[in-house]
């Protein structure tokens, strides 16, 4: 994902079916309000990362990770809601009060246990 920081005022951003491995370099689209990453690489060791850097899209509302290979862990989905609470809906599915206030509670266990699937999956790849 590179040179989309010129895109200041861009809205909606499909990048599905399109091989990225890490969310990177969207700081600057502050106006980013929907992100299609459908059906990319994104897997538990870059996952932690990449959800962290649409924190600083405080515009984004809906997000779509279906397909990525970190959606096989059952925790993904509150612990995205959890780091992302600007957004209204996780793959197409809204997020209501209560799975704010399940992911808040559970914040901590998925974050030990997403790191320690990571650092395996990490060492896979090289």
Same mark, same amino acid.
């Given at each position: ?6 895109l ?7 990048? /599905?079916?399109?091989?990225?491995? *890490? ?28 959800? *962290?850097? @649409?924190?600083?899209n ?44 399940? /992911? /808040?509670? *559970? ?6 246990? @997403? *790191? ?5 999956? /990490?060492?896979?790849?090289?």
């Amino acid at each position: 994902m590179e040179n989309l920081g010129h895109l200041k005022d861009l809205e909606y951003l499909n990048l /599905a079916l399109n091989n990225v491995e *890490r969310i990177e370099g969207l700081r600057q689209c502050e106006f980013l309000r929907k992100l299609d990453m459908t059906v990319n690489f994104i897997d538990l060791d870059t996952f932690e990362e990449s959800v *962290r850097e @649409l924190q600083h899209n405080r515009e984004l509302r809906e997000l779509f990770l279906m397909g990525n290979p970190c959606t096989d862990w059952k925790g993904h989905r509150p612990f995205v809601i959890h780091l992302l609470p600007q957004l209204t809906s996780l793959d197409g599915k809204p997020i209501n009060k209560t799975m704010r206030i399940v /992911a /808040a509670r *559970r914040h901590e266990e998925l974050l030990k246990e @997403l *790191r320690s699937l990571a650092g395996p999956k /990490a060492e896979e790849k090289k």
